[in-house]
């Protein structure tokens, strides 16, 4: 089993910053993927994004530019940095790693993003 463990949610006002953190109990490098999703109230868990071990990241093509995901190995941890917030990116960001058949196969509990005036 690998627990993955989310940081860095919070209230931001729109147009702002946020950075969030996903530490892992296992060595990064040997999971296939990792990245995030997101769950706004009353909507289905979508993608956000991922990154191989490689290093090649994905993103949904809505957020491409304004989110980069990236990875240190050595701290077992990948980040989101999300730029220009907006109010539709108030959701609970969640980490995944681990896609076996197009699905991840571990999550973390969450991080509450809410970007509001």
């Known amino acids: 089993q690998v627990q993955l463990v989310e940081s860095g949610g919070g209230l931001v006002q729109p147009g702002g910053s946020l950075r969030l953190s996903c530490t892992a109990s296992?060595?990064?490098?040997?999971?296939?993927?990792m990245g995030w999703y997101r769950q706004a109230p009353g909507t289905e868990r979508e993608f956000v994004a991922r990154?191989?071990?490689?290093?090649?990241?994905n993103y949904r093509e809505s957020l491409k530019g304004r989110f980069t995901i990236s990875r240190d190995n050595a701290k077992n941890t990948v980040y989101l940095q999300m730029n220009n917030l907006k109010n539709d990116d108030t959701a609970v960001y969640y980490c995944?790693?681990?896609?076996?058949?197009?699905?991840?196969?571990?999550w973390g509990q969450g991080t509450r993003v809410t970007v509001s005036s």
């Open positions: 995944a790693a681990n896609w076996v058949s197009f699905q991840p196969r571990y």
């Open positions: 296992a060595t990064i490098s040997s999971i296939n993927f």
């Open positions: 990154i191989s071990s490689g290093g090649s990241p």
